[in-house]
């Protein structure tokens, strides 16, 4: 009997390690799905959307300042924000592309074809 009885300790610590194992694994998936995954999956949009930058995108940097690209560098736009005012900011500094120059031409020419079409 006595044997019986040192058995049942160790049948509930490999129990309670399978328990904890699969709670660790449970958060760690969590953490997955729900930050890591959606960080990256954020992270490549945003080099998709840096690298497709053209002459003549309106933009918008990270401290809120908009303006019009009028120079495409390896490392940096140039931006002018009014008439006679240009800066030069880095590509990561770009927060958000607000117009495409192609999606503006693109609606230009569907104007413009439906009057020719009237």
């Not at 160790?10 to 969590?30: D, E, H, K, P, R």
């Amino acid at each position: 009997m006595s044997s019986i009885l040192m058995g049942m300790p160790v049948l509930q610590a490999a129990g309670s390690a399978v328990t904890t194992f699969i709670t660790f694994a449970g958060v760690i998936a969590i953490f997955y799905l729900f930050i890591i995954r959606p960080q990256n999956k954020k992270q490549k949009e945003t080099q998709k959307m840096l690298s497709a930058l053209k002459k003549f995108d309106k933009v918008q940097t990270i401290g809120g300042i908009r303006g019009v690209i009028l120079a495409v560098k390896e490392q940096t736009v140039v931006v002018k924000v009014d008439d006679n005012t240009k800066i030069e900011f880095v590509k990561p500094a770009i927060a958000a592309v607000l117009e495409s120059h192609e999606a503006k031409v693109a609606e230009a020419e569907k104007v413009e074809d439906k009057k020719e079409n009237k």
